[in-house]
């Protein structure tokens, strides 16, 4: 059953104890306010107005909170979504327009299916209107889907971002056991690409016109990210999942190459090199910041409000899966020079996270019985 709770209690933060940055001296209190409960998963959450959140669970459904009510029925009108593994109805962000056009963008895994011909599944990108009543989602299409299909039920990637400009960003996974597609571009996997809203490709990207290239490719070589948001910057950051350590952060540039696989700070899973071993290579990016032992991130935004003290402006927050906590990040001159756990003892995936209209911070819990979360300032 979905329920809405709200409760507020503290929950003490804690320092990463890791060589090579220099810490946080003192650990505040946050206080977290219990919104929602009973979520199937959810993967991702986007604001609507009036203190109305959207909400994605994996499992395949959308719903709303609104204040002062339960959760929604899921909405009707999403297309089929195939759910499997990491697989199902993932990200979703509202159009930077969407006061007026009531415009949504989300991602799924989708079987392959007389549209897209092939077999197997991938990741797709749809475009919808809410409607007026918050019931349902009308004039569904789709943008954009991952090319080959292939049968499998990991790495799907799956954020969306919108960028100044107006184009989108979509990162996509190399779905795992295709890992080596990474690093050829007749395929999409491994990929961030950028489309316009209407599903075609600004002719600017950097391989159109290009032999043997899919034109909507941004940049190569990506393992799985489940992170990315516009900095202050104005530039696109991401994170990915490393094998077993070597976690990225990087910010990706135009027809530039980040190296899975051939370069990785991690490892096979049970130990061994990944190919020849490599940690860099000519013609390769580095990561701005990696962990090893892997964190398994997910969700990512920059704080831009003040609400939490001045010193936390501008800081990178990002969810561990693996941990189960939030990091924040200080960075200067675009790399990390100062890490803090927060939230150790919430002892629940951190999916995704968000700055909400207010200012504070919203997390999603990936769990059978996950959570909303508002993260409130020290008392």
Same mark, same amino acid.
């Given at each position: 059953?979905?329920?809405?709770?709200?409760?507020?209690?503290?929950?003490?933060?804690?320092?990463?104890?890791?060589?090579?940055?220099?810490?946080? +001296?003192?650990?505040?209190?946050?206080?977290?306010?219990?919104?929602?409960?009973?979520? !199937?998963?959810?993967?991702? *959450?986007?604001?609507?107005?009036?203190?109305?959140?959207?909400?994605?669970?994996?499992? %395949?459904?959308? =719903?709303?909170? +609104?204040?002062?009510?339960?959760?929604?029925?899921?909405?009707?009108?999403?297309?089929?979504?195939?759910?499997?593994?990491?697989?199902? &109805? @993932? /990200?979703?962000?509202?159009?930077?327009?969407?006061?007026?056009?009531?415009?949504?963008?989300?991602?799924?895994?989708?079987?392959?299916?007389?549209?897209?011909?092939?077999?197997?599944?991938?990741?797709?990108?749809?475009?919808? =209107? &809410?409607?007026? !009543?918050?019931?349902?989602?009308? +004039?569904?299409?789709?943008?954009?889907?991952?090319?080959?299909?292939?049968?499998?039920?990991?790495?799907?990637?799956?954020? #969306?971002?919108?960028?100044?400009?107006?184009?989108?960003?979509?990162?996509?996974?190399?779905?795992?056991?295709?890992?080596?597609?990474? +690093?050829?571009? /007749?395929?999409?996997? %491994?990929?961030?690409?950028?489309?316009?809203?209407?599903?075609?490709? $600004?002719?600017?990207?950097?391989?159109?016109?290009?032999?043997?290239? *899919?034109?909507? #490719?941004?940049?190569?070589?990506?393992?799985?990210?489940?992170?990315?948001?516009?900095?202050?910057?104005?530039?696109?950051?991401?994170?990915?999942?490393? $094998?077993?350590? %070597?976690?990225?952060?990087?910010?990706?540039?135009?027809?530039?190459?980040?190296?899975?696989?051939?370069?990785?700070? %991690?490892?096979?899973?049970?130990?061994?090199?990944?190919?020849?071993?490599?940690?860099?290579?000519?013609?390769?990016?580095?990561?701005?910041?990696?962990?090893?032992?892997?964190?398994?991130?997910?969700?990512?935004?920059?704080?831009?409000?003040?609400?939490?003290?001045?010193?936390?402006?501008?800081? @990178?927050?990002?969810?561990?899966?693996?941990?189960?906590?939030?990091? =924040?990040?200080?960075?200067?001159?675009?790399?990390?020079? =100062?890490?803090?756990?927060?939230?150790?003892?919430?002892?629940?995936?951190?999916?995704?996270?968000?700055?909400?209209?207010?200012?504070? *911070?919203?997390? &999603?819990?990936?769990?059978?019985?996950?959570?909303?979360?508002?993260?409130?300032?020290?008392?």
């Amino acid at each position: 059953m979905h329920t809405q709770l709200i409760s507020t209690h503290l929950l003490a933060t804690a320092l990463v104890l890791t060589s090579g940055y220099a810490f946080a +001296q003192n650990a505040d209190k946050l206080r977290t306010e219990l919104l929602a409960e009973g979520l !199937d998963h959810p993967w991702a *959450l986007a604001f609507i107005g009036d203190g109305r959140i959207l909400l994605t669970e994996r499992s %395949g459904d959308m =719903r709303i909170l +609104q204040p002062g009510a339960p959760l929604s029925a899921p909405l009707t009108g999403l297309p089929k979504i195939e759910v499997g593994g990491q697989g199902g &109805l @993932l /990200d979703v962000i509202t159009d930077s327009k969407f006061a007026d056009n009531r415009t949504i963008y989300f991602c799924y895994s989708e079987e392959a299916n007389a549209r897209t011909g092939g077999s197997g599944n991938s990741t797709a990108l749809a475009s919808a =209107r &809410l409607s007026n !009543d918050l019931k349902k989602l009308e +004039q569904v299409k789709v943008l954009f889907s991952q090319k080959p299909k292939f049968a499998s039920r990991a790495h799907f990637g799956c954020r #969306i971002v919108e960028r100044p400009d107006g184009t989108l960003f979509m990162t996509l996974g190399e779905r795992y056991s295709r890992m080596q597609d990474a +690093q050829t571009l /007749d395929n999409h996997h %491994g990929k961030i690409i950028r489309i316009r809203k209407d599903g075609s490709v $600004p002719p600017d990207n950097p391989y159109v016109g290009k032999t043997g290239a *899919l034109p909507e #490719i941004w940049s190569i070589g990506h393992r799985n990210s489940q992170g990315a948001t516009l900095g202050p910057d104005g530039r696109l950051w991401m994170h990915e999942h490393g $094998p077993q350590g %070597g976690d990225e952060i990087n910010r990706p540039e135009a027809g530039k190459n980040y190296g899975w696989p051939v370069i990785s700070y %991690g490892e096979n899973y049970g130990g061994g090199k990944i190919g020849a071993g490599l940690t860099a290579q000519a013609g390769m990016e580095q990561p701005l910041h990696q962990w090893t032992p892997s964190i398994a991130p997910s969700g990512m935004t920059f704080l831009r409000s003040t609400r939490y003290g001045k010193a936390w402006q501008g800081n @990178l927050f990002v969810g561990s899966l693996k941990f189960r906590y939030l990091a =924040r990040l200080e960075l200067k001159d675009g790399k990390v020079v =100062r890490e803090e756990r927060l939230l150790t003892n919430l002892e629940q995936r951190v999916r995704d996270v968000r700055e909400g209209p207010d200012g504070l *911070l919203y997390l &999603l819990t990936d769990e059978a019985n996950g959570q909303l979360i508002r993260v409130l300032p020290a008392p």
